[in-house]
Antibody, heavy 122, light 108 residues
Framework: EVQLVESGGGLVQPGGSLRLSCAAS????????MNWVRQAPGKGLEWVSY????????YYADSVKGRFTISRDNAKNSLYLQMNSLRAEDTAVYYC???????????????WGQGTLVTVSS | DIQLTQSPSFLSASVGDRVTITCRAS??????LAWYQQKPGKAPKLLIY???TLQSGVPSRFSGSGSGTEFTLTISSLQPEDFATYYC??????????FGGGTKVEIK
């Protein structure tokens, strides 16, 4: 069974840092691209960051570029998001999501973790 | 950036109703569109990808159609467990994807 379990969320002051983790199991983690997606309280979904299966290709949303760093450790089946210079507007539930490619190469986010809440407040 | 506009943002319907949600893209995205269902306090669940392909395990009352800039998600006969918020997602500019604003389906 595919499982993605996020951890590391919590309350942090503006300007502070936090590191989120996503532990993967039930599939060959090193073969899959991964993403972080966030959802502010009562709001919609916002894509945050992407990392390729090897970790060699990375993308960020403009809203987090220069402040957040995505990484992965395929030996530990884990995905990370290092968040620095946090702002109130970064308050959200953060989800990790696995990418699947169909046999016609169509992409989708087929499995999501349960999310971890990050609250940025003084 | 490609913007997605969902309509309506809220709809009230009864069990057994046929429900249609529309997602419009600011530019053509071929069939690179997915639909997700999200219940309160839960992660999004993939329903449909490639605009019209039903994800494994998803009931056949869900269907998707469209290409280019206009897409629809249809629930042929609304069931109690379908009351949730639905999001469309464009993957034409993958990996820099965007989501629609969501459509909340509530019980009439």
């Amino acid at each position: 069974e595919v499982q993605l379990v996020e951890s590391g969320g919590g309350l942090v002051q503006p300007g502070g840092s936090l590191r989120l983790s996503c532990a993967a199991s039930g599939f060959t983690f090193s073969s899959y691209e991964m993403n972080w997606v966030r959802q502010a309280p009562g709001k919609g979904l916002e894509w945050v960051s992407y990392i390729s299966s090897s970790g060699s290709t990375i993308y960020y949303a403009d809203s987090v570029k220069g402040r957040f760093t995505i990484s992965r450790d395929n030996a530990k089946n884990s995905l990370y998001l290092q968040m620095n210079s946090l702002r109130a507007e970064d308050t959200a539930v953060y989800y990790c999501a696995r990418v699947s490619r169909s046999d016609t190469a169509m992409v989708n986010f087929d499995y999501w973790g349960q999310g971890t809440l990050v609250t940025v407040s003084s | 950036d490609i913007q997605l506009t969902q309509s309506p943002s809220f709809l009230s319907a009864s069990v057994g109703d046929r429900v249609t949600i529309t997602c419009r893209a600011s530019q053509g995205i071929s069939s690179y569109l997915a639909w997700y269902q999200q219940k309160p306090g839960k992660a999004p669940k993939l329903l449909i990808y490639a605009a019209s392909t039903l994800q494994s395990g998803v009931p056949s009352r869900f269907s998707g159609s469209g290409s280019g800039t206009e897409f629809t998600l249809t629930i042929s006969s609304l069931q109690p467990e379908d009351f949730a918020t639905y999001y469309c997602q464009q993957l034409n500019s993958y990996p820099q994807v965007t989501f629609g604003g969501g459509t909340k389906v509530e019980i009439k």
